[in-house]
């Protein structure tokens, strides 16, 4: 785990002295949009006009935030016009690595042996953490986004039209939008970056505020969700696989690892049944990879987990029933 300094790479995990122990997730650095046309979208410089095979998605299967753009690419049927890379689970002294074999590819454009490479290729005076999922735009050479909040906007409608992307299928309708931000800036604050605000707090404190408002907010959407099937308009949208994301790890993950264990969703009724009616969306299941997922945290978090003993357990059953037809 580190980050890169003036393009020069640095093993260091992060910095939370300066927060009073509090975790703060650092901004993406890359913010362009592709678009129909190539004009420029909501910030960033335009020139990235929406081509089968020109972009590029390097993700981790293990990562909630890769997840959703895989999600999206699978749903919107992207597999053809948009390739990808998926790294090691491992993520230790070099960050995320290349290690072709069962569980990642190698990194199909360069060869690259690590992440950070990728980063310096784009900016070779890049300062900041290397995170994935990265869109990389295979003909001006360089990273278009490495938001993933922004690639699934871009995934949702930049590409439909080309030839069998699902130009009907929209996440994220103009009526429902200002709805779905709405959800979404809770659930990522209390949620999604709410569990790793409790899993890398080094303060008593911060922690506990992460957990009571992860579990205040986990509350909220189990009460919403036992009325209603979806969290927006009664239909599928980008806020619900925007939690889903989280909610797919938690008890396996984030209940032990990082400490979120006042409940397991699966204490839930409304939200655990919700999870997999999520999964069972013909495409979804391929890109849940359980295995990666507790190899990557347990084993990469070495301050958290010194052994590296990746737990067996639990035992889940994504495919049971969910009998969530009936809120439709
Ligand atoms: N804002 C980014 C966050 C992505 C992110 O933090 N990814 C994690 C993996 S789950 C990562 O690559 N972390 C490496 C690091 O922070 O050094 C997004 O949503 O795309």
Same mark, same amino acid.
């Given at each position: 785990m580190g980050l890169l300094v003036d393009g020069k790479w640095q093993d260091k995990w992060y910095d939370t002295d300066k927060t009073g122990g509090k975790f703060e997730r650092e901004a993406a650095r890359f913010r362009n949009w592709v678009t129909a046309g190539g004009e420029p979208g909501p910030r960033g410089e335009g020139g990235f006009p929406a081509e089968s095979g020109r972009y590029h998605l390097y993700v981790s299967m293990a990562c909630p935030w890769a997840h959703r753009t895989l999600i999206f690419r699978k749903l919107k049927g992207l597999d053809a016009h948009i390739s990808i890379s998926v790294v090691s689970p491992d993520m230790l002294e070099n960050g995320w690595e290349f290690r072709p074999g069962e569980d990642a590819h190698e990194?199909?454009?360069?060869?690259?042996?690590?992440?950070h490479q990728i980063y310096t290729r784009a900016a070779p005076d890049y300062t900041g953490r290397v995170t994935v999922p990265v869109l990389w735009d295979?003909? !001006?050479?360089? @990273?278009?986004?490495?938001e993933s909040a922004e690639i699934i906007r871009m995934f949702n409608?930049?590409?439909? /039209?080309?030839?069998?992307?699902?130009?009907?299928?929209?996440?994220?309708p103009d009526t429902l939008r200002d709805e779905i931000d709405g959800i979404n800036g809770r659930v990522y604050h209390t949620i999604n970056n709410g569990v790793y605000k409790a899993g890398f707090a080094t303060a008593q404190d911060k922690y506990e505020v992460a957990y009571d408002e992860l579990f205040e907010s986990l509350d909220w959407l189990e009460d919403r969700l036992s009325r209603q099937?979806?969290?927006?308009?009664g239909q599928l949208t980008e806020a619900d696989w925007r939690l889903f994301t989280t909610l797919v790890r938690f008890d396996a993950v984030y209940f032990g690892h990082f400490k979120?264990? !006042?409940?397991? @969703?699966?204490?839930f009724p409304a939200l655990s049944a919700y999870v997999r009616d999520l999964y069972q969306?013909? /495409?979804?299941?391929?890109?849940?990879?359980m295995g990666q997922i507790k190899r990557h945290y347990y084993f990469s978090h070495t301050m958290i987990n010194p052994t590296q003993v990746v737990p067996k357990g639990p035992e889940q059953n994504f495919d049971a029933p969910h009998g969530r037809d009936r809120l439709s």
């Amino acid at each position: 785990m580190g980050l890169l300094v003036d393009g020069k790479w640095q093993d260091k995990w992060y910095d939370t002295d300066k927060t009073g122990g509090k975790f703060e997730r650092e901004a993406a650095r890359f913010r362009n949009w592709v678009t129909a046309g190539g004009e420029p979208g909501p910030r960033g410089e335009g020139g990235f006009p929406a081509e089968s095979g020109r972009y590029h998605l390097y993700v981790s299967m293990a990562c909630p935030w890769a997840h959703r753009t895989l999600i999206f690419r699978k749903l919107k049927g992207l597999d053809a016009h948009i390739s990808i890379s998926v790294v090691s689970p491992d993520m230790l002294e070099n960050g995320w690595e290349f290690r072709p074999g069962e569980d990642a590819h190698e990194d199909h454009l360069y060869g690259s042996q690590f992440m950070h490479q990728i980063y310096t290729r784009a900016a070779p005076d890049y300062t900041g953490r290397v995170t994935v999922p990265v869109l990389w735009d295979k003909r !001006r050479e360089t @990273i278009v986004s490495n938001e993933s909040a922004e690639i699934i906007r871009m995934f949702n409608s930049a590409f439909n /039209g080309l030839e069998g992307v699902k130009a009907g299928l929209d996440f994220c309708p103009d009526t429902l939008r200002d709805e779905i931000d709405g959800i979404n800036g809770r659930v990522y604050h209390t949620i999604n970056n709410g569990v790793y605000k409790a899993g890398f707090a080094t303060a008593q404190d911060k922690y506990e505020v992460a957990y009571d408002e992860l579990f205040e907010s986990l509350d909220w959407l189990e009460d919403r969700l036992s009325r209603q099937r979806y969290l927006v308009g009664g239909q599928l949208t980008e806020a619900d696989w925007r939690l889903f994301t989280t909610l797919v790890r938690f008890d396996a993950v984030y209940f032990g690892h990082f400490k979120c264990n !006042r409940n397991r @969703i699966s204490d839930f009724p409304a939200l655990s049944a919700y999870v997999r009616d999520l999964y069972q969306v013909p /495409g979804v299941a391929n890109t849940v990879d359980m295995g990666q997922i507790k190899r990557h945290y347990y084993f990469s978090h070495t301050m958290i987990n010194p052994t590296q003993v990746v737990p067996k357990g639990p035992e889940q059953n994504f495919d049971a029933p969910h009998g969530r037809d009936r809120l439709s």
